[in-house]
């Protein structure tokens, strides 16, 4: 008899952004357009719109640990992408939870300041965040603020990112791969740059002309973590999640959501 092909689990944890368009609420969407199931632990609470973070509520880190330790006891997780972590003992607690649980794919998108300009990881734990997480991960996300504030210089164009890419990977476990997300700097492309120790690839897509990019960061890491949920290749999750956030942010200006940097179009292939 045949058997039925089972349906990829993956959990992101990351904060809760209420207008939709970033944070928990994205990643599910992701996950659940590109075709597994969504779980979540959530890490922080923030009071947010497409134009501000007006206030982040940190989850007590004892109720992240429950939270990790209670869905990895029942649900078999096949990827994870970590997202906006807060403050350093939330830090930590995510740490610890999945050195104890281990799951085979950990994506870490290294989310320090929202599109608006304001931040979700406070100075004080950066540190924690370089010491505890960034050494767990199989593949970082940073955009080229994070990746300035994780190497202490700033990046300023496309050919500065190979050398990036290269310092920023000195920082990670081993086996690790760091994509560098180069959507912050101007011109016709949008140009990611990735790196596994051996070699680079370059990621190019045709810079999209509209001001609705809020959450592009979030949803590329959970595409990632879903599509390496489903196909266990590392170099196609990549090449894959850029195609697919680049048709969500072509098709972004279809939505009309707040005033400010609005969502992309999660759900493009499938509302066609
Ligand atoms: N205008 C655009 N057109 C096409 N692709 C884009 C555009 N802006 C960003 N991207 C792509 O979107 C992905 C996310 O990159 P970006 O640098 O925006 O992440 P981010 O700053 O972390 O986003 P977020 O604000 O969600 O945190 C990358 O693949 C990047 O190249
Ligand atoms: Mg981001």
Redesign the pocket.
Known sequence: MEQTKRIPNVLTIAGVDPSGG?GILADVKVMSALGTFATSVIAALTAQNTRAVTGVLPVPPEFVTQQLDTLFADVRIDAVKVGMVGESPVVHAVAEGLKKHCPKWIVL?T?M???SGDRLLADEAVETFKKELLPLANVI??????AGVLLGREIRTQDEMYEAARDLLAMCAPNATVYL????LEGDL???VIFDGKDFVV?D??????KN????????SSAIAAYLAKTDSLSESCRLA?QY??RA??SADELEVGAG?GPIHHFVELWK
């Open positions: 970033a998108d989310v300041v929202a599109k996300t940073p955009n080229l603020p994070e997300k180069g959507g912050h949008a140009r990611d990621l897509a045709e810079r999209v002309q509209t990019t809020h959450g592009t960061g979030c949803s590329l850029k956030i680049t942010i072509a940097h």
